[in-house]
């Protein structure tokens, strides 16, 4: 019972809508003069991550579950492939709207552009796939989340970064590091979805790949 608690706010934790938001975090985090602000602490950077916490998930959740309420679907998990068609258009919309003001907005660096556009891409990639089978929209979102460590270490080329906490104080951190965490947090998500009997194996390993290249075929359009 205590695994499957902790499994279910791990889930919770990590829920797919709310990845974009922890895209753009570990971007304030690594390099925040790319967004023209000083720190992640700067008013500029709060008032932008909310903005996109309300666009990317809450908005998209109300959405959801106004569908629950409604009785069109059957539990806000959604467990079966059929449930998950309506949340995953809404979503869509609100994404494809995100990303079309990101593009036109010269205050936003091209690169979470582009992780906007990919997360675009891997959950119509992952609707697409649901049509005929489920996919775990956890694990496309944690493929994303990967790719964006990577996509960092490509891009910025440099080894680590400065975090400025007020618990832990400043403390540096490597570009490595970041990505072994990312991995672990992908397994650590797989797992409780696993033991909440969400999916298979199967269904885990390809939506983090769908979500993972979604990313790379994303960063090859805007960097062309």
Known sequence: MIIRSIAHIISLVFHPLLIVTYMLVTLLLINPYLFGVNSISDPTSKELILRVFLSTFFI????VAMLRFLG?????????????????IITGVFYLWMFRNFLDNSNIPTVFTSLML?????????FFFNIFSKISAHAVGMGGLTATAVI???????NSFVINSTI????EMSM?????LFIFLAGLV????????????RELY???????????????????
């Open 60 to 63: 998209p959740a109300f959405s």
């Open 72 to 88: 069109l679907i059957q539990s806000i998990e959604m467990r079966t492939k059929e449930e998950r068609i309506g949340p995953y």
């Open 118 to 126: 990919g997360s675009v891409l891997g959950l119509f990639i992952a």
């Open 152 to 158: 960092a270490m490509l891009l910025f080329r440099y």
């Open 168 to 171: 832990l104080g400043a403390f």
């Open 176 to 180: 490595a590091s970041l990505l072994m």
């Open 190 to 201: 797989g797992t409780s979805r696993l033991i909440l009997l969400a999916h298979v194996p």
């Open 206 to 224: 390809t939506g983090f790949i769908v979500g993972f290249s979604a990313q790379f075929i994303a960063l090859r359009f805007l960097f062309l």
